[in-house]
């Protein structure tokens, strides 16, 4: 059973364009959710995360929208730019009260972001 | 500062051979996480480990596979007798306190199965 479900699996956006990203999720005990960006050959770097308690948490050209009731998020990138083309991971954790742990995270499959020049 | 240094970076085991991972930990962190990515999967939770303690490894294949972090030296991950559904990436990451928020994943080890 897949917890999170990250769509679409890859992505091609043209320059200055915005890339979206979405993420579903089945387990409302999830509290946590970070997204990770990963270049090839690379391990998975923390990009920007967000907590069920705000729609909306913005950092430069990334913005995770969240919307607890459809139990979706979102990651936006503003201005893609040829340098943000990675593969970018959302993730989701359910915490300690609730069966899960404060060190463990849900991975989705992945999505392949291609920013042309 | 070095971050999380994982070696090999490639590893290629004929079947039933065994496979050792090895994972420094930032300095300065004594919590280690090992995940591994399938092909086309995400990364998934195997081991959490500390200082001579195995604290979860929920996610621990029952059979083969093992994982240690002793008192000197850096965490070793084991696959015994490898199986071409090993073909994997091998993330580590580490903290300085339990906790994903102070995750650092090192570059994973690629391991092929032939």
């Known amino acids: 059973q897949q917890q999170v479900k990250q769509s679409p699996q890859s992505l091609i956006v043209q320059k200055g364009g915005i890339s979206i990203i979405n993420c579903a999720y089945e387990?409302?005990?999830?509290?946590?959710f970070p997204w990770y960006q990963q270049f090839p050959g690379k391990g998975p770097a923390l990009l920007i995360a967000?907590?069920?308690?705000?729609s909306e948490k913005k950092e430069g050209r990334f913005t995770i929208s969240f919307n607890k009731s459809a139990k979706q998020f979102s990651l936006h990138i503003m201005d893609s730019q040829p340098g943000d083309s990675a593969t970018y991971f959302c993730a989701a954790s359910e915490p300690p009260n609730s069966g899960g742990s404060n060190y463990k995270l849900t991975f989705g499959k992945g999505t392949l972001l291609t920013v042309n020049p | 500062n070095a971050g999380v240094m994982q070696n090999p970076r490639h590893l290629v085991r004929r079947r039933g051979q065994e496979a050792r991972l090895r994972c420094s930990p930032m300095?300065?962190?004594?919590?280690v996480y090992w995940y591994r990515q399938l092909p086309e999967e995400g990364l998934k939770f195997m081991v959490y480990l500390q200082k001579e303690n195995i604290i979860d490894e929920s996610g621990m294949p029952k059979e083969r596979f093992s994982a240690e972090f002793p008192k000197e030296g850096p965490s070793i991950l084991r696959i015994q007798q490898v199986v071409r559904g090993d073909s994997a990436a091998y993330f580590c990451a580490s903290s300085p306190q339990q906790g994903y928020y102070g995750y650092t994943f090192g570059s994973g080890t690629r391991l092929t199965v032939v």
């Open positions: 967000i907590r069920p308690d705000v």
């Open positions: 387990n409302t005990a999830f509290d946590y």
């Open positions: 300095k300065g962190h004594s919590h």
